[in-house]
């Protein structure tokens, strides 16, 4: 096993987890009712899907790239190409739309009380799909990718100017919307806190959408950190490197699952409510067993001594 198929293992390894986390996370919601049917896990919920086409789609790749060696087309490699950058576009942005679903909240609910409920984020959910599937066409209109054996089907150097339109729209903006709805409100929780006429349970509230932005900024930040060994093999290449870049692609994402379970309250209190009522019943069962098994002992006794 060469330096090539050591790292793809490593990725494929934090790919199949990341599948096994989200579909946790997704059955965890699915069967928790009402306490996890609410938007802010709708949101989730999308994540968390599309952390699954991600891992799968760089699955697909590194499939391609050890074991079939009979596809060489280059409109097929494209078509890889084009599903690979539409995961990850569709990822960051729907980090991007849990924090525009706060702004909503937050900001626009007292005069727009239709952005906030289901029917509305399912509709921003479609609008964010629909998006990144057409700003992502220049893939599959240019000739940006082409095969090459043992390789990715990334964008090849002639199309610089693509794949840095495709990071602005896929990190840049995403980050930055993040950013900018965070200190907003931020800025909002401030001025609330001056106001003395604003009741307390208000304050409250903002803190709790503080929150959730936080950890919005901290999975956008995972996204974003991930992309810095590309930003570097843009410039330069180095095979250390790209090894770390391939393995970047997939544990990131497998981070993000993590963040999603470990930095909400609601999926973290469920699983230790879980694992409390298992603990609980298991217990009973060895004070049942052991009460059978005094019983019995008493009861052989009993019949000894008659």
Not at 39 to 52: C, D, Y
Not at 123 to 145: C, E, G, K, R
Not at 150 to 175: A, G, K
Request: charged share 15%.
């Amino acid at each position: 096993m060469d330096d090539l198929e050591t790292t793809i293992l490593i990725s494929s390894i934090f790919a199949i987890l990341c599948i096994m986390i989200n579909l946790f996370i997704l059955i965890l919601i699915y069967r928790t009712k009402p306490r996890l049917h609410t938007i802010n896990h709708l949101l989730i919920s999308n994540t968390s899907f599309i952390s699954i086409f991600y891992s799968i789609m760089f699955l697909i790749d590194y499939i391609y790239m050890i074991f079939i060696n009979s596809d060489t087309s280059h409109l097929t490699c494209r078509f890889r190409s084009y599903f690979t950058y539409v995961s990850i576009g569709e990822l960051m942005h729907s980090i991007m739309i849990q924090a525009i679903s706060r702004f909503f909240f937050v900001i626009l609910s007292t005069k727009y009380r239709w952005l906030t409920t289901i029917q509305t984020h399912y509709i921003l959910i479609s609008i964010q799909w629909l998006i990144v599937l057409f700003l992502t066409l220049p893939i599959l209109i240019f000739d940006t990718a082409r095969f090459y054996p043992r390789s990715f089907c990334w964008i090849i150097p002639e199309y610089n100017n693509i794949d840095l339109y495709l990071f602005i729209i896929n990190f840049i903006l995403p980050f930055l919307t993040v950013i900018f709805i965070y200190f907003y409100i931020l800025n909002r929780v401030h001025k609330i806190k001056r106001n003395q006429i604003i009741m307390s349970n208000s304050i409250q509230h903002q803190k709790r959408d503080l929150i959730i932005l936080r950890n919005t900024m901290i999975l956008i930040s995972i996204g974003l950190m991930a992309s810095i060994p590309n930003i570097i093999l843009s410039i330069h290449y180095y095979d250390i490197i790209y090894s770390i870049h391939l393995v970047c692609l997939t544990f990131s994402v497998t981070l993000v699952a993590l963040c999603n379970v470990l930095l909400d309250r609601e999926i973290r209190q469920t699983i230790q409510n879980y694992f409390q009522r298992q603990t609980i019943q298991v217990t009973r069962i060895q004070i049942i067993n052991v009460k059978e098994r005094e019983m019995q002992i008493f009861s052989k006794r009993t019949n000894n001594h008659s």
